[in-house]
């Protein structure tokens, strides 16, 4: 086990990530309010409260968005206090406090809407789903201000939500995965192992023969969000059913029981929080078997179902997994939520391992998947991150089904938690990100304070204070990108062991400096060549990021470049662009079009190709400015 | 002008072309008769004689479906007398003329659905559009037959429509064109200048500024083919709105007079026979300006909005035309229907100019776009035309809008027409197919025996024989394929010019034998830089023919592959496969997949390439075995 440092004992320093988590506080946390508010999501608690009835605004899972928000706004108070957000989190706390039911239940849409209807329709319409992010929203808030009033609602739904499932009769999981790994959080700020056992029943139970998602679709005239007469395609439970017609449960990842599931399946955000809770689980219960089932799921995403850029899930029909090596890259879903849930999974199979290929993920898809999705502003976001775009494809300020905003907004305030590790003896450093952090290892009080230029350089500098001099190790990541890696304690070159990815550098610190440099090479990589969307093409990468075109760096549409795959990149620093950032430029190969007068086709052999530099940008960084087409995959040079 | 010999005076006899025919004649037409029957067609007229209502059967210009099948019957009738089938002809021209109102009016839909309708929707409903239909078939039917009774229905159509529109405050042209060109026909048969009139008028209307389609838009709660409170997307006028709701002429080529259109738009069909009609009208008038317009619309067609095989139209939703390059091939639309009528107005373009360029785009058409789209066993039809499959495209026994299939048959049935030209003096071939031709020529009787394997050879022999031994041209069109040309007379080689495309030998003629050669290579070849679908692709031609991959010939995925530019083609005859067809094999390179375990991206230096054969089939024969994916644009070696 690799305990995460909490984001709270870390304090961010990095004059990459700290513009954006800054951005984050200042700008997005108060935008997303606003949205919550326009969008009736708080006017929905206040109608609740007040035993209004039928009124109601948004989606019917739109209590979850100000749960999310509420976290988000937590971790903001915990790293720094801030009366005014503090008072409209309180505010925000009541209101949710004030909807609940006499019984626990909270959920304003079926209490507005449907109140004959719970619990009738649990693979869509997300009763669960919303606990969950109650209960997160509750235990980030009771940590950040120590406050109990929405640790309270939060235990007395779940309560509810234990009497309701403690009938024998009525077998049940939530739809949407999310209350699982929210449980475990709840039995760490509790201790109660009934909140274990909750999640762990809804891991048992989901994906056999008799489950509740199927008697769901064949009496769906009875549930839940089913009008009258309404055929069953076009209520939500339309996506368990497969091309014919017939139950099937892999979009809610029950189509098995989870032993036996041996590729991702279904929606990607579900199945990422799924495989996130049962990590949870395994590691407050000490299991093994869990954990081996969630290796091959790791392998089989990460070697057949993943984008370069660590995006998950292409098909937007039932917004996730679809078959190995479809990759599709202008319409790839690959939502932004589903990258914040891989870096959750993956973070807790770093935890359970220490294995730095978990890091290494949680690295690409923070820098690249999930960037993508906030523009420099703060107040726009991806929900798709398709990898190509003819020049259509924008953010947006707020989206029907808005999940994905304050899910980043959260990240973005948890993400001092994502760097540092602590197995009892020695120190992790999982990602290379500037901050300082107090802690103790195995004893001793250490101070780290940590500088670099990532991602823009692969120097890093740590400087380490230790109170009492005695021994243990720093394990200091080596990223997968690193093209060749060189360690220096106190200006002297040293030669240390990489184990599960990690340089070991096991002394008794004093006041030592140590001197990383991770050689960044920009490197062009190909896809797997079952993967048809990629075939002939090439993406170029640098450090820990992907890069794209725009149309606006280059004269010539997008898909005439022919890159080189050994070619002398130049690496330009531009502080005055897209917030800072390094451009990339080489001499690539284009059509040359002075043979193309008035002919559609030509004899192969006759055409030519004439030279053209172009030009490449960081993807997290696309679409913030003129729109137009934008391309990760570009054709490369051939073997 | 060269006029077409009829199909009448060619009696075919080739080995590539016959035995198509010979499966149109014997097994599609009856194929289609029936299906007639059971899509409600004939049950249609047959409701309308006896003076039925409410009750109709399919899309509601189905009529054209039943007086396509006329044409194409009374071309085989023309060519064969076949008594069943007479009967059976004369049976459906007296349902037909039993439906015809008394005042001459006849459309089966308005009878039985809405009398009350008629010529409200010009845009959308086709009333125009069918008695175009019944016009070409009553005309085929005559010269087939000798008989007048479908003439005279139709000539009693025309009557009423000549009355409908002379009024002055009703200004209106077919919204699907097709009756133009069916008006000159009906002139080449009665010399009644009053039906080209009605087609200039028609011609002329189109695309003014007060034109009826903007008032039916404007008005389309009360024009026929809309309920009480449909909205107009939800009805048939939803086409001509474009992305703001505004109406937007140019789905019917209404978007400016005839004469200011610069490039070809909107419904690919409806443009085609628009064209072919203009430039029939533009023949009988002899009038040159319209065929500028006209060269000018075949130039932006050819040159900019052309799948390689002939086929047009990319977009489904209207199919139609987009934008200049938008050539994508696995979405191509690519309607048969839009081929014939490229062969239509191509045909008609040839007449006019003599010019090799139209035959050489007939023939492309012909061997490609056009014959795909129907199966080898003649009883199943392609609607689309991709150029690329997933595996998912098939053929179909019948369709809701079932206009391809008799559009086919009726091209199978008169194919014999579109081989030989004669401008007064001299006798042009324009396509080599092996056939015997008697006619006379600047008053020599003229016997000529033309002999060849083409597609799959270049050689051709032509027995010319003439009675008076007088003196006249040969011309015989180089195709733009051939890569040299030899030609013998009598077996000594000559030297001829090339004029407009075509060799001209002058000489006496008696009894003598020319031997042509025109060299097929493995051609393999690239689309215009600015295709963005093509980019990288090549697409492989031999002699008239387009080559594909298909996934039963070749152990790899298709993308995998990529074909060399200067490769060395293997042809090999095969007349055991597909009806007997040339295959095309080559090494080509395919990626090294031993190097790739586990790993779904990979430094591009790192990854190699291997020999593989692949293997190539005449696009035409594609989707006739096991189902799979197909490739025409594959990758191809860079310059």
Redesign the interface.
């Known amino acids: 086990m690799v305990d995460s440092l909490g984001f709270t004992d870390v304090e961010m320093d990095d004059a990459f990530w700290s513009p954006r988590i800054e951005t984050n506080r200042a700008v997005t946390i108060e935008y997303q309010y606003d949205q919550l508010e326009e969008s009736g999501t708080l006017e929905n608690f206040r109608r609740a409260a007040e035993g209004g009835s039928g009124e109601f605004s948004g989606m019917w899972f739109q209590d979850s968005d100000a749960y999310k928000w509420l976290e988000a706004a937590s971790y903001v108070l915990a790293t720094e206090d801030d009366p005014d957000l503090r008072e409209r989190v309180d505010e925000v706390v009541d209101l949710v406090a004030a909807a609940q039911d006499d019984d626990g239940y909270l959920n304003t849409y079926f209490t507005l809407v449907e109140p004959d209807g719970r619990w009738t329709n649990l693979h869509m319409m997300h009763e669960l789903y919303c606990a969950g992010h109650l209960v997160e929203a509750a235990v980030a808030n009771h940590r950040a201000t120590g406050g109990d009033s929405l640790l309270d609602v939060a235990m007395g739904f779940v309560d509810h939500i234990e009497a309701v499932f403690a009938d024998e009769d009525f077998d049940g999981a939530p739809g949407h995965e999310e209350l699982e790994l929210a449980l475990v959080e709840l039995y760490r700020v509790t201790d109660e192992e009934r909140y274990l056992d909750l999640a762990q029943y809804f891991v048992d139970v989901r994906g056999h023969d008799a489950d509740r998602f199927r008697w769901e679709v064949e009496h769906y005239d009875r549930i839940a969000g089913y009008g009258e007469g309404k055929a069953i395609e076009d209520g939500p439970a339309g996506t368990f059913l497969d091309d014919e017609g017939e139950y099937d449960g892999s979009y809610a990842q029950a189509h098995a029981p989870f032993d036996d599931q041996e590729a991702v399946e279904g929606h990607s955000v579900r199945a990422m929080y799924l495989y996130a809770g049962v990590a949870d689980l395994a590691m407050e219960r000490e299991e093994t078997e869990p954990l081996d089932v969630l290796d091959d799921l790791w392998?089989n995403m990460?070697?057949?179902r993943?984008y370069?850029t660590g995006g998950i899930g292409p098909e937007a029909a039932h917004e996730g997994f679809t078959e190995d090596y479809d990759l599709r890259n202008e319409d790839a879903y690959a939502e932004t939520c589903a990258a914040i849930g891989s870096v959750f999974w993956n973070q807790r199979m770093l935890e359970r391992t220490g294995d730095a290929k978990y890091a290494d993920l949680i690295e690409r898809t923070l820098y690249n998947g999930f960037l993508a999705g906030v523009g420099l502003e703060g107040k726009e976001f991806f929900y798709e991150n398709p990898l190509e775009s003819s020049g259509d494809h924008h953010r947006k300020g707020w989206f029907t089904c808005a999940c994905c905003p304050p899910n980043a907004a959260r990240l973005f305030a948890s993400l001092g938690g994502y760097l540092y590790g602590d197995d009892g003896d020695d120190l992790f450093v999982h990602q290379y990100v500037g901050s300082r952090v107090s802690t103790e290892v195995g004893g001793t009080a250490v101070d780290l304070d940590v500088e670099t230029d990532l991602p823009w350089s692969g120097d890093v500098s740590l400087d380490v204070t230790a109170s009492e001099g005695e021994s243990f190790a720093l394990r200091l990541r080596v990223p997968a990108w690193s093209e060749g890696t060189t360690v220096e304690v106190n200006g002297e070159s040293v030669d240390a062991a990489v184990e599960d990815g990690y340089l070991a550098l096991d002394r008794e610190w004093t006041d030592d400096t140590v001197e990383l440099t991770f050689e960044q090479t920009v490197?062009?990589?190909?896809?797997?060549?079952?993967?048809?969307a990629d075939?002939?093409l090439?993406?170029v990468e640098r450090g820990p990021l992907v890069y794209c075109l725009e149309a606006t760096d280059n004269d010539r549409?997008l898909?005439?470049y022919?890159l080189p795959?050994?070619g002398e990149y130049e690496v330009d620093h531009r502080e005055d662009l897209l917030g800072g950032v390094s451009v990339l430029s080489v001499e690539a190969?284009?059509?040359d079009?002075s043979e193309?007068e008035?002919?559609?086709?030509?004899?192969?052999?006759e055409?030519?190709?004439e030279d053209a530099t172009v030009t490449a940008v960081p993807y997290f960084a696309w679409d913030n400015r003129e729109p137009g087409p934008m391309r990760v995959w570009v054709?490369?040079?051939?073997?």
Do not use: C, K
């Open positions: 392998h990460t070697e057949r993943m370069v490197q062009t990589v190909r896809a797997h060549p079952a993967v048809e075939a002939g090439v993406a549409p898909h005439q022919v795959t050994d190969r284009v059509p079009r193309w008035g002919e559609l086709y030509r004899p192969a052999d055409t030519g190709q054709r490369g040079e051939q073997q």
